[in-house]
């Protein structure tokens, strides 16, 4: 059973920044990767960044490119999404996700999101 607990979400004003931390538990697999995705209302889920386990590979939605960062902390088995230069369109429910086989984006495991609000 593979469990991921996202946190770090909370109110930014604009131009702020946030680094958002997910951190799994459980079964993994050889090639696996983590993801970032957000949701905001009315909106369907974006992609954001993604990163393999083994060898820190990374991918970026064009939207984030530049702002954002993902890193990944194998010791603690957990993944970080640093934000920069946040706007209020970047307010949105936050999640992240095992792919199963990087970066083929196989996201069998969810986490249970946290919030972040970007005031202007």
């Known amino acids: 059973q593979v469990r991921l607990v996202e946190s770090g979400g909370g109110l930014v004003q604009a131009g702020g920044s946030l680094r958002l931390s997910c951190a799994v538990s459980?079964?993994?697999?050889?090639?696996?990767?983590m993801g970032w995705f957000r949701q905001a209302p009315g909106k369907e889920r974006e992609f954001l960044a993604s990163?393999?386990?083994?060898?820190?590979?990374?991918r970026y939605g064009d939207s984030v490119k530049g702002r954002f960062t993902i890193s990944r902390d194998n010791a603690k088995n957990t993944v970080y999404l640093q934000m920069n230069s946040l706007t209020p369109e970047d307010t949105a429910v936050y999640y992240c996700a095992v792919d199963r086989n990087w970066p083929s984006r196989d996201y069998a495991y969810w986490g249970q999101g946290t919030q972040v609000t970007v005031s202007s």
């Open positions: 459980g079964s993994t697999f050889s090639s696996y990767g």
């Open positions: 990163i393999r386990w083994s060898g820190g590979s990374t």
